[in-house]
């Protein structure tokens, strides 16, 4: 699933807009052109290596290419940015990036290279991701007064869901225009830019926590113990991991668009915004209707209607109606997303936001990439059509365990009642 936001509280928002503050629209304006860029080339290279291929398998490929970097570079990357200025950590992974965008420009180039040089330099581009995701959601404190953080990240969440509208149409028109070249150059340009505004305009105030001593085992094994005994955490980012895990069809969209729903890949980028339609229109609704009552058992419900959307979409042969079931399912995504965020932010001191934050980034990885791979394995044992539909029953199964499992996430009523005191 996407990247996290905090909830105001019912105490009302601040006196004075988060925009006044040094640095935080230059912050916005550079995760938006990394956001834009990461996902033309996410809709680009899932088209141009299932047309190089015509195989379900290398769809699969992909997520796996991505996300064992992720997975190896956990430990390193959360103690960094827990000891580290986070700002030029940012700005590092954001530049390989961009050179990972070069490289697949080049190959796009060299026919030769096949489809195994675009793995390759997927590995690359997930060991950049590994160090972008927590280090994003760890600077933004860093920006923006504590009063202020639940409006600055409501802010970037409805900044970020936008993009990932613009960028999959973009990269469809752009890839069906002039290919892959033309679309690798602009998401270089577009990671280029993002670094530059970060290392130029974006003013660190609040220095980060004294890091904490012993090992670097010591240090991480503490963050886990921290997340393992705190049941709202451990509640909160297992339900995403393995409802998306099992439930998610994005990887399943270019096999859609050209054996179901026939269409090119204008169509295979109308289908990835589909999502983001629905979040972002939901996003506006709580922007103006917040909501800080149920917000456990309304999560619970948020991620059920998440699957059944994903059932409608499985059995759909229909464009318009397989849009509008992707566009529900990122409605009832944004409902979660927005209290997962706040209920990880109440519940996570500072000292251990970075180790917190590597650990969730890697749940929300392994749910995306690596449920790429149960779904192109999924669909070359079962078919398509089966893979899906079974995949939105096991979402509705992991819902109704996860309830059961974790009763105190289950009846949190308010979000101030999340914090780092609740333990098992």
């Known amino acids: 699933m996407t990247a996290p936001a905090s909830a105001p509280s019912d105490a009302g928002a601040p006196r004075h807009s988060v925009y006044r503050h040094p640095g935080f629209t230059a912050f916005l304006i550079a995760r938006l052109a990394a956001v834009l860029a990461g996902q033309?080339?996410?809709?680009?290279?899932?088209?141009?290596?299932?047309?190089?291929?015509?195989?379900?398998?290398?769809?699969?490929y992909v997520g796996m290419a991505q996300f064992f970097p992720?997975?190896?570079?956990?430990?390193?990357?959360?103690?960094?940015?827990?000891?580290?200025?986070?700002?030029?950590i940012l700005a590092a992974s954001w530049s390989l990036?961009?050179?990972?965008?070069?490289?697949?420009?080049?190959?796009?180039?060299?026919?030769?290279?096949?489809?195994?040089?675009?793995?390759?330099?997927?590995?690359?581009?997930?060991?950049?991701?590994?160090?972008?995701?927590p280090a994003l959601q760890s600077l933004l404190p860093q920006?923006?007064?504590?009063?202020?953080?639940?409006?600055?990240?409501?802010?970037?969440?409805?900044?970020?869901?936008?993009?990932s509208i613009g960028g999959p149409f973009l990269g469809g028109l752009l890839y069906g225009f002039g290919g892959g070249g033309l679309t690798y150059l602009v998401c270089f340009s577009a990671f280029a830019l993002g670094t530059a505004l970060?290392?130029?305009?974006?003013?660190?105030?609040?220095?980060?926590?004294?890091?904490?001593?012993?090992?670097?085992?010591?240090?991480?094994?503490a963050g886990i113990h921290f997340i393992r005994t705190r049941p709202i955490i451990l509640g909160t980012i297992s339900l995403d991991l393995f409802a998306v895990l099992l439930g998610g069809v994005i990887a399943l969209l270019?096999?859609?668009?050209?054996?179901?729903?026939?269409?090119?890949?204008?169509?295979?980028?109308?289908?990835?915004?589909?999502?983001?339609?629905g979040e972002v229109l939901t996003g506006l609704y709580l922007s103006v209707r917040p909501f800080n009552r149920r917000v456990g058992l309304t999560m619970f419900i948020a991620v059920a209607v998440f699957?059944?959307?994903?059932?409608?979409?499985?059995?759909?042969?229909?464009?318009?109606?397989?849009?509008?079931?992707?566009?529900?399912?990122?409605?009832?995504?944004?409902?979660?997303?927005?209290?997962?965020?706040?209920?990880?932010?109440?519940?996570?001191?500072?000292e251990m936001r970075g180790r917190v934050n590597a650990v969730n980034m890697l749940f929300i990885g392994s749910s995306n990439e690596l449920g790429?791979?149960?779904?192109?394995?999924?669909?070359?044992?079962?078919?398509?059509?089966?893979?899906?539909?079974?995949?939105?029953?096991?979402?509705?199964?992991?819902?109704?365990?996860?309830?059961?499992?974790?009763?105190?996430?289950?009846?949190?009523?308010?979000?101030?009642?999340?914090?780092?005191?609740?333990?098992r």
């Not at 961009?98 to 060991?127: E, P, Q, T």
């Open 40 to 60: 033309i080339q996410a809709v680009v290279v899932a088209w141009q290596v299932y047309d190089l291929t015509r195989e379900p398998m290398a769809l699969a």
């Open 70 to 88: 992720m997975l190896l570079l956990l430990l390193p990357a959360g103690d960094l940015i827990d000891r580290f200025s986070r700002k030029p």
């Open 254 to 277: 270019p096999i859609y668009a050209h054996e179901v729903l026939h269409v090119g890949p204008e169509g295979l980028g109308a289908l990835r915004s589909a999502m983001a339609v």
């Open 143 to 163: 920006i923006v007064p504590r009063e202020q953080l639940a409006q600055a990240m409501a802010a970037n969440s409805m900044l970020m869901r936008s993009a």
């Open 307 to 350: 699957g059944l959307a994903n059932l409608v979409f499985s059995l759909s042969t229909t464009f318009w109606l397989s849009f509008l079931a992707l566009s529900v399912a990122g409605a009832a995504d944004m409902v979660s997303v927005y209290i997962r965020g706040a209920l990880v932010q109440f519940s996570t001191p500072d």
């Open 97 to 133: 990036s961009a050179v990972c965008s070069g490289l697949l420009w080049w190959l796009s180039g060299h026919g030769s290279a096949g489809v195994n040089g675009i793995y390759a330099v997927l590995v690359l581009f997930g060991c950049s991701r590994a160090f972008s995701g």
């Open 372 to 423: 790429e791979f149960r779904a192109g394995t999924s669909a070359a044992a079962l078919g398509v059509v089966p893979a899906a539909i079974t995949g939105a029953v096991c979402t509705l199964g992991v819902v109704a365990a996860w309830s059961a499992l974790f009763k105190p996430l289950r009846q949190v009523d308010r979000f101030e009642e999340a914090s780092p005191a609740i333990t």
């Open 198 to 221: 970060l290392v130029a305009g974006v003013k660190v105030k609040v220095p980060p926590p004294q890091p904490a001593q012993g090992t670097i085992w010591e240090r991480f094994g």
